[in-house]
């Protein structure tokens, strides 16, 4: 009887080997791993930076609703007490005490004050030299504390919310989550708390003390004022009086 046994064909490759060479060909197309990790870095930090660039859009026509020490704060003291109020809702004293206190070249600068800088340098950094816009970006976009990081994300986003928002809006959203006590966030909140009167309502002495406590919220009170309160609060008067004058205030206040 004749053997009709045909030899099979043998296969040329086997599936898996197929799957392991195309594993190697697709890995080698990516590149070496280092630069497939820089590769997704860089998309990260483009993600991140599409999200904050929408909130600084968002932020520029709707109020933010809170922040991260606002939020800490409640969690901590069981709750805050925060009021949002537009700009033509805060007596124009209290816009120009606060600028006066924090930062007399707001309407100069593009978001960082050069000559607050070199003198804060000179001076071995015993002084301040934040300006409003960079509070604001502190406050309302990071976190606070004293790391590299956030300094170094708040020196790119300054900028950017000086590019986007007007003066006017970087003050309004500032006298909206400034800490005046502890608890209290917003010029409204610290107007009924000290004095029982509106923003609208507040005198040039009022708003003066205001301004006073806005370094150390915790340490000093507009209500009980210190006598280095009411001293700082009569140059913080002053120095209203002065910008309104000399036209450091025009970038915030209502055309006449």
């Known amino acids: 009887m004749a053997d009709d046994t ?17 594993a190697r060909v697709e ?10 990790g820089l590769r997704w870095a860089g998309r990260g930090l483009l993600g991140l930076a599409a999200f904050y660039l929408m909130l600084i859009v968002l932020f520029a026509f709707v109020n933010p609703p809170s922040n991260l020490y606002i939020w800490s704060e409640g969690r901590r ?5 925060q009021d949002s109020v537009d700009m033509n809702e805060i007596a124009p004293v209290m816009a120009r005490s606060v600028v006066a206190a924090e930062d ?20 071995g950094g015993n002084r301040g030299a934040s300006t409003l816009s960079q509070q ?11 790391s590299w990081l956030r300094k170094a994300m708040e020196a790119v986003l300054t900028p950017v919310v000086e590019l986007v928002w007007s003066k006017q809006r970087i003050l309004e959203v500032y006298l909206n989550v400034a800490e005046f006590d502890e608890g209290v966030f917003g010029v409204q909140a610290a107007a009924q708390r000290y004095f029982g009167v509106d923003a609208a309502d ?14 150390d919220p915790k340490g000093r009170s507009a209500g009980k004022p210190s006598s280095f309160v009411r001293k700082r609060a009569r140059q913080i008067a002053s120095g209203a009086d002065t910008i309104a004058a000399d036209g450091r205030a025009g970038c915030f206040e209502p055309a006449k």
């Open 104 to 123: 007399a070249n707001f309407c100069l600068h593009w978001g960082f004050d050069m000559a607050a800088i070199r003198a804060a340098a000179a001076d």
């Open 202 to 215: 507040l005198s040039p002495g009022e708003a003066a003390r205001l301004a006073a406590v806005l370094p």
């Open 6 to 22: 045909r030899k099979k064909p043998r296969p040329s490759r086997s599936k898996a080997a197929k799957a392991a060479a195309d």
């Open 77 to 81: 003291l069981g709750g805050v007490v």
């Open 136 to 146: 604001v970006v502190k406050n309302v976009f990071l976190w606070q504390g004293r």
């Open 27 to 36: 890995k080698q197309a990516q590149g070496p791993l280092w630069r497939r």
